[in-house]
């Protein structure tokens, strides 16, 4: 059950992640299928990725990410 104050801060904690992927079309794609709730071999399927594009593509997302972890957990 999610408050008004959650849904926004995930709203734009999804903004803030597709600027950061804004330039790698296959990190946006993905991005966007999670925030629908889509992952691993559904999102997969999806996007017409085999598992070795998809893993590959999550990767690097989690690369980019990693500093926006880091600084939540701070």
């Known amino acids: 059950h999610h408050n008004p104050h959650q849904a926004a801060?995930?709203?734009s904690?999804?903004?803030y992640v597709e600027k950061v992927v804004e330039d790698d079309e296959?990190?946006?794609l993905l991005v966007q299928l999670w925030a629908e709730g889509r992952r691993g071999k559904e999102a997969a399927e999806e996007l017409g990725?085999?598992?070795k594009r998809h893993d590959a593509v999550r990767q690097r997302?989690?690369?980019r990410l990693q500093p926006v972890?880091?600084?939540r957990k701070s």
Do not use: K, V
Request: proline share 0%.
């Open 9 to 11: 801060d995930s709203r």
């Open 13 to 15: 904690q999804l903004e």
């Open 26 to 28: 296959d990190c946006w």
């Open 49 to 51: 990725w085999d598992a």
């Open 61 to 63: 997302l989690h690369r």
């Open 69 to 71: 972890e880091d600084l």
